[in-house]
């Protein structure tokens, strides 16, 4: 008989503390109660799909690559020498920039954190990312889906199946709609106090901008007027 032969591991990657469902690809996979994968130097029982394909739960590891290898016998176990898989240490998430957005706009993120992969997306609100872009280990780039105005936890996973315990928050208001200054007008020297009128003037950090260039820190009054 043929010895079995690993010719994709997928995913790739998962957490150390194992429970990852790893899909192998490669030939001459026989049913048998003796069906082993092996990760490192650890096996753990393996099920049998067809010829080709196996499945097996990935066993807690030490962070880093591992080879991995099938055996039909429990015994013998066997591999092409270049599939392996990779333990990550947990992924910890410190900050979203920005922290709020507007409905109608584009939800673009940058998640901060640790141990981030090129592979790495974001989910929200139970969706995927549309979009994800890996920026380094310490940084990923994610259009959210869609979302509704409210408060939302934001996940990173390195495998599409492993949702990091740590998160960071991130909420969606409503577009604010300027709809008078109070002054009209004022010195160009400045220095003039305006207050403006509108919706949505939501708690939170507030700038007002006057042209394309100048900007300086607002004051929120209360829901329909900034200082």
């Not at 996979?29 to 029982?45: A, H, I, Y």
Request: charged share 10%; aromatic share 8%; hydrophobic share 35%.
């Amino acid at each position: 008989a043929h010895a079995p032969e690993v010719l994709q591991v997928s995913p790739s990657n998962g957490p150390n503390a194992g429970g990852t469902l790893v899909t192998l690809r490669g030939r001459h996979f026989v049913q048998s109660s003796l069906l082993k994968c092996k990760f490192g130097m650890v096996s753990v029982d393996a099920i049998y799909v067809s010829e080709s394909y196996v499945n097996c739960t990935t066993p807690s590891h030490d962070a880093g690559l591992a080879t991995v290898q099938v055996s039909t016998n429990s015994v013998d176990f066997h591999s092409t020498g270049s599939t392996s898989f990779l333990f990550q240490p947990p992924v910890q998430l410190f900050a979203a920039t920005p922290t709020v957005a507007v409905t109608g706009g584009s939800l673009y993120v940058v998640v901060a954190g640790t141990n981030l992969l090129p592979s790495s997306t974001c989910m929200v609100d139970g969706k995927l990312a549309e979009y994800a872009s890996w920026i380094s280990s310490q940084e990923v780039l994610c259009k959210l889906p869609s979302l509704e105005p409210g408060n939302y936890v934001v996940r990173i996973t390195n495998n599409v199946q492993d949702f990091s315990e740590s998160a960071v928050t991130y909420s969606v208001a409503e577009a604010v709609e300027v709809v008078s200054l109070h002054p009209p007008l004022g010195p160009t020297v400045g220095g003039t106090t305006v207050t403006v009128h509108g919706t949505n003037f939501t708690s939170g950090r507030w700038t007002c901008r006057f042209g394309p260039e100048v900007t300086v820190t607002a004051v929120r009054l209360n829901t329909p007027a900034l200082s």
